[in-house]
């Protein structure tokens, strides 16, 4: 199977690309990665198995980005004709409205629409309608949409009139740690994203971080220095694992998160988790993390002193939260992706009217 995987250079889209891509190829798929957004930097392109095609086209969601839009889809339809992939995996809405040869996966990560409202709690205004308009016409496209949780399959629904027996649920998956050591763990509190992004929440972990017995350490572009945490700045991935590895409590207050790559890895280092309560991570992580309300700085510094002062519920939830996150391998995510592309291109029987499940596609 020769799959080619649209990317953005933005966020956690690249890593699941990466690790996804690593891992269709173990199974013996070819992948072609294309890229969009700002172009690569050396420690990305490290992260990408295969033959990487970059470009520099501007992303749906950036300011008046359509004409860049409508390029793209252009090049990768002059793309798709020179590598002649069976499948187009796609993590753009428009793209999927494209007439591309190959049957279209289209990956809802996030978007725009339900981002607003969990962050304001309205509808999105009316300098988002083109966004709309193309988000919409791009899943009617789409041969399979596939949402990274039930969650973000409901707020898709919420707001578009999806195709009949096209949607379905892959959770995302993580490789393995390279290592197996056991590491021991410091008296640290990690969060990681953005001071200024209201999704990530990483404000209130700051509030949240005054009179701790122990320090909050924020890595990421914070724009701005944190009050009350301490920053790590921007750090190459190894320097971040290291750090990940070394915290013994990870917090994600997130307002919204459809799935959270940044949370299965810190579960999968042993770091305790305490997460925002938001429909996508308990869906996830239910039993497996403390869960606060994430507009409430108090009641995230008090789980978070709870976890500090309690050595033995710290271990227990940390316990909890590396055996979930041996759920969601990456190995999993990309066989439930090789079912799905094989009944798109007909490389096996598919039985009338039958569709793939959320349930199957997790098995």
Known sequence: MKVLITTDTVGGVLTYTAELAAALEAQG????????????????????????????????????????????????????????????????????AAPFRAPKVLVAHSDVLSWWRAVHGTEAPGRWDRY?????????????????????????????????GRATVIYNGSAAPAASVTVAKREIVLGSGRLWDPAKNMATLDAAAEGLAWPVVLAGEL??????????????????????RNASIYAAPALYEPFGLGILEAARDR????????????????????????????????ALAA?????????????????????????????AYRRLYERLTGDRPRLPGKDLSAEESQS
């Open 29 to 96: 798929d070819e992948v072609l990665v294309a890229t969009m957004g700002p172009r690569l930097r050396r420690e990305q392109r490290e992260l990408l198995p295969g033959r990487v095609h970059e470009s520099g086209f501007r992303l749906e969601w950036m300011e008046d980005p359509w004409d860049e839009v409508a390029a793209a889809a252009e090049w990768l339809r002059r793309l798709e004709g020179e590598e002649r992939p069976d499948v187009v995996h796609l993590c753009s809405y428009a793209h999927g």
């Open 132 to 164: 709309r308009e193309e988000m919409a016409a791009g899943l009617r496209g789409a041969d399979a949409i596939v949402a990274p949780t039930r969650a973000m399959l409901s707020e898709l629904e919420r707001h578009h009139d999806l195709p009949p």
């Open 223 to 244: 724009g701005e220095e944190p009050r009350h945490a301490e920053s790590a700045g921007p750090l190459d991935p190894l320097d971040y694992a290291d750090l990940r």
């Open 271 to 302: 770091c305790a988790l305490v997460l925002g309560d938001i429909p996508s991570l308990r869906e996830l992580w239910n039993d497996a993390a403390l869960f606060v309300d994430p507009r409430d700085p108090r009641g995230l510094h008090e």
């Open 307 to 335: 976890l500090i002062a309690e050595p033995y519920l710290r271990k227990d939830f940390a316990e909890r939260a590396q055996r979930r996150a041996a759920d969601y391998s990456v190995g999993r995510a990309a066989r």
